[in-house]
């Protein structure tokens, strides 16, 4: 039986950090919820394309979004309306949404509706632009899904994607898995793609990583998606 490590959480405080930064063993379980519907709430606003990651802060004062993106203009919007009908949006699905309930059904509503309150109180927003998309995994797992969408076949979109990614003299290797009923056929395999070299077993390579479904006429196909660069400096 394999055994198989998310290369982003094997590296965590080493060369990776948490998307949710906070620690509170009282609501642990609320706000882990919230954080989930916080993530869906902007995805389902902005849709995939663009945002590399969510990063959520929280303190006693304040919850802090930060969303990196490669398009920070389609979410400001004019004079920054874009940030306001966004922050607007998260309230109203978070305070339309059940899965409070299921944590502990005991809990009275009055009581839930305080805890939500709680959480929601001092939302801010900031956007943080990328400036090379080729380095995100998520973004490049989006490109391909959106090829694919499009009824791209897949052998083209992925090694399309890769020819461009192998021009970046940052990116040291990439590799792209895709799963699913490929081209429509009626058995569903997997093919792996790759350039250069993807060091998985060494903890302390740079290593960012993504899992990207496509939505197709024949079904959803996986999209994975391993870029091996250089370290920050």
């Known amino acids: ?7 982003k959480s094997l590296r965590n405080l080493i060369n990776k950090d ?24 902007i995805r389902g606003k902005i849709g995939r394309n663009g945002i590399a990651r969510i990063i959520i802060e929280r303190n006693m004062q304040e919850t802090k979004i930060i969303i ?3 398009k920070p203009g389609l979410i400001i919007g004019r004079s920054g309306k874009g940030i306001n009908d966004l922050k607007a949006h998260i309230e109203k699905v ?4 059940d899965s409070f309930k299921l944590i502990n059904s005991r809990v009275e509503e009055d009581k839930l509706f305080e805890i939500k309150k709680k959480l929601m109180t001092n939302i801010k927003i900031a956007i943080q ?34 020819s461009r990614l192998s021009e970046n003299k940052k990116i040291i290797g990439v590799k792209i898995k895709v799963a699913g009923r490929l081209d429509g056929v009626d058995i569903a395999r997997n093919e792996k793609f790759s350039h250069g070299s993807i060091p998985l ?27 091996y660069r250089e370290e920050d400096k």
């Open 1 to 7: 039986m394999g055994q198989k490590v998310n290369p």
């Open 18 to 41: 948490w998307d949710s930064r906070w620690i509170n063993k009282e609501l642990f379980a609320y706000i882990l919820a919230a954080d989930h519907i916080i993530r869906n709430a």
């Open 68 to 70: 990196l993106t490669s």
């Open 94 to 97: 978070f305070y339309k949404d």
């Open 129 to 162: 632009e990328i400036k090379d998309p080729g380095l995100s995994a998520n973004l490049i797992g989006q490109e391909v899904a959106n090829q694919l969408e499009k009824r791209i076949p897949y052998r083209k979109a992925v090694k399309r994607t890769l």
């Open 201 to 227: 077993s060494t903890i302390k390579a740079n290593v960012d990583y993504a899992y990207t479904p496509a939505q197709t006429t024949h079904g959803i196909i996986g999209i994975k998606v391993w870029i």
